[in-house]
Antibody, heavy 119, light 108 residues
Framework: EVQLVESGGGLVKPGESLRITCAAS????????MNWVRQAPGKGLEWVAS????????SYADSVRGRFTISRDNARSSLYLQMNSLSAEDTAVYFC????????????WGQGTLVTVSS | EIVLTQSPGTLSLSPGERVTLSCRAS???????LAWYQQKPGQAPTLLIY???SRATGIPDRFSGSGSGTDFTLNIRRLEPEDFAVYYC?????????FGQGTKLEIK
């Protein structure tokens, strides 16, 4: 069974940093492209970043480029999002999401971790 | 960036009814790479449809997707109580990936 479990969310102050983690299991993690998608409270879904299976290609939304860094450790089946210079607009539930091989759609999502940026 | 506009914003219907949700793209979606997700409160989205019309594994056949280019629809025939949720369309044919703003399906 595919499982994606996010952790590391919490309350931080504006300007601070936070790293969130997604632990994957139930599939061959190293073979899949992965994404982070976020959802502000009461709002819709916003794609944040993606990384290919072999770290060969990384993409970011304009809203986070230069502040966030996506990375992965295939040996640990883990996906990371390092978030710097956080602001209130980054407050959201952050979902880890798997991309289906060769078809490119997101097929599995974790339950999300809440990041709250407030003074 | 491809902007996806979903309509209507909210729909109030009764179980047993049929519903059509619309998703319009600001430009053609490459390869019809358009997916639909269902999200219930406090839960992660669940994949319903990918490639505009392919049903995901385990999704009941009362859900169907259609469309191409810039106009896509999600049809649900004979609404069940568990179908009342928010539905999002998502294009993954262009960079960046984008989502529609969602359609909320509520019980009348």
């Amino acid at each position: 069974e595919v499982q994606l479990v996010e952790s590391g969310g919490g309350l931080v102050k504006p300007g601070e940093s936070l790293r969130i983690t997604c632990a994957a299991s139930g599939f061959m993690f190293r073979s899949y492209n992965m994404n982070w998608v976020r959802q502000a409270p009461g709002k819709g879904l916003e794609w944040v970043a993606s990384i290919t299976s072999n770290n060969g290609h990384i993409s970011y939304a304009d809203s986070v480029r230069g502040r966030f860094t996506i990375s992965r450790d295939n040996a640990r089946s883990s996906l990371y999002l390092q978030m710097n210079s956080l602001s209130a607009e980054d407050t959201a539930v952050y979902f880890c999401a798997r991309e289906r091989q060769l078809l490119w759609h997101i097929d599995y999502w974790g339950q999300g971790t809440l990041v709250t940026v407030s003074s | 960036e491809i902007v996806l506009t979903q309509s209507p914003g909210t729909l109030s219907l009764s179980p047993g009814e049929r519903v059509t949700l619309s998703c319009r793209a600001s430009q053609s979606v490459s390869n019809n790479y358009l997916a639909w997700y269902q999200q219930k409160p406090g839960q992660a989205p669940t994949l319903l449809i990918y490639g505009a019309s392919s049903r995901a594994t385990g999704i009941p056949d009362r859900f169907s997707g259609s469309g191409s280019g810039t106009d896509f629809t999600l049809n649900i025939r004979r609404l069940e109580p568990e179908d009342f949720a928010v539905y999002y369309c998502h294009q993954y044919g262009g960079s960046p990936r984008t989502f529609g703003q969602g359609t909320k399906l509520e019980i009348k």
